[in-house]
């Protein structure tokens, strides 16, 4: 696939559903690494994304993507992969199939589209769950075939929102560290996501969007770890025996809280330390204690995150 | 992209309402074969069957079964992906949104028309095999039927794309398509009553244009002149290309707001 300028910029540009706004007068322009876009639940970050790909059709402004607009698609996702939040697929697809067939799409023979999603699936970790249908994945499955998809053509860049969501610790850090491995390759990623944990973990450079607006842009280190220690992280995990998981985590230092959900299938734990909590996670599950089928960041409590971090009030249009 | 929707049209639990229809003309025809069988009924002659199946083939077949048959195909095919919420799989391809719906439109086209022609087949073979003894090998072989079974083909397969084009259309235009055919459905069957500049606008009209066999429509009917051949032709491949712009246009400003989101 050629190489283009890997720059999405969006120039003035709003989005209203009927008379509900998505997002107001955006100026931004972002470049190579990673980029977050941060903001809780409702905020315009899908929308952003969704405009960018040109899902959705901006009211106002104008959307580019490497100097191509998202009414050109023929040449847009030449150099844009997407790997959206919908979690919903061409009926009785396979894994294998919703590559290979996406690929097949872009107009490659059958023999090279055949090793690109090889190759797409294996950097996901999906080899062996490729050839049952994806509708009995689980949360975390989906969301690495989602990202196989996105990332099977090369793309210079690369769209992901909330791509963290459901995975397990090991299939989280594998995907970070996919990420990091675009990013160094001087390609564009947008990430989306309301968990400041994972922004912090992955980004060189934040956008906070609240309320349709952009409150405040710029790099995010060192944030994380002057917040570290006063305001816990919740995680919710589904797995087995969450009784068994919550007497065990309940003995560290950094978890102030566990508690089992009400169908008894998993543990919300709120942890001062989000990264010794994972290690040990993965660490209870690789000594089998219990099978993790999802670890799901539940922390809501974003607003208070942003009016620490910025030092205004949510909503303010910058 | 064919082969996939060809796989989605035929391999899923949603075809068989659409293949059972298709095939509701196969079934009464051979109810009626095991009738006449049964009571020992006198067969009829081959020119008589002709013009039964004459009848048959413009009221039941071509005015509800692929009428219903392909709305049942096309209304769905673009329609079906927003409400499976799948449609940005497409959507996120490179590839041009008019080049999507033609795909999808041929996607149909080939779905029904090897559908409904496998119907016409059979039913032809209902029709006339019983009778190669009694005339109808001459009919087939030496006669115009042949002529006739290769028409009834091929207006079937107009049909499809003529309605085709217009349920692809009313998919990607209107919330609720159901209405909108209702009233195509009246339209196209009282046809026969329309004055003839009105008849024009339809695509029954030019179906029945191209029929070998002419099929008397009752003492209410306004008669008009039968457009030739290749009009009739042209007008329906034109109503369809004109349909599918209309769709194309439609799709291009497409956004993925599924229900629920």
Sequence with gaps: MSTVASVLLFENVSKFYGEVLGVNRIDLAIGPGITSLVGP????????MNLATGLLRPTEGRVTVGGLSPDDPERLFEQVGYCTQFDTYPRGIRGWDFVHLYLKLHG???EPARERAQRAIERVGMSEAASRRVAGYSKGMKQRIKLAQAIAHDPQVLLLDEPLNGLDPLARSEVIELLRSFAAAGRTIVVSSHILHEVDELSDRVVLVHGGYIVAEGAIEGVRDEMAGERPLAVLVRCSRPGALAARVFAEDHVVEARIDPDGRGLL??????EQFYLLLNRLAGEGLVEVEAVVPADEDVQAVYQYLIGVPTGTAS | MLGLELRKTFL???????????FLPVALLALRMLATRLQELPAQGVADVAQTYGILFQLFFLRLVVFFGCFGIFTYLIRGEMLERSLHFYFLAPLRRDVFVVGKYLAGVVAGGVLFGLSVVVQLALCFLPRMTMGGRAYLLG????????????????????YGAVFLALGLTVKNPMIPAALILGWEWLNFLLPPALKKISVIHYLQSLCPVPVPHGPFALPAEP???WLALLGLLALAGVLLVVAARRARHLEILYAGD
Excluded: C, F, M
């Excluded at chain 1, 734990?269 to 989000?274: E, I, P, Q, Y």
């Excluded at chain 2, 899923?12 to 298709?22: D, E, Q």
């Excluded at chain 2, 006669?143 to 207006?155: C, D, H, K, S």
């Design chain 1, 41 to 48: 639940n409702g905020s315009g970050k899908t929308t952003l």
């Design chain 1, 108 to 110: 490659l023979a059958d």
């Design chain 1, 269 to 274: 734990v709120r942890t001062r330390s989000a």
């Design chain 2, 12 to 22: 899923r639990p949603r075809a068989l309402p659409v293949v059972l229809v298709a």
């Design chain 2, 143 to 162: 006669g115009p039927g042949a002529g006739q079974a290769a028409a009834y083909l091929g207006i079937t397969l107009l049909a499809v794309a003529g």
């Design chain 2, 227 to 229: 457009t030739p051949a």
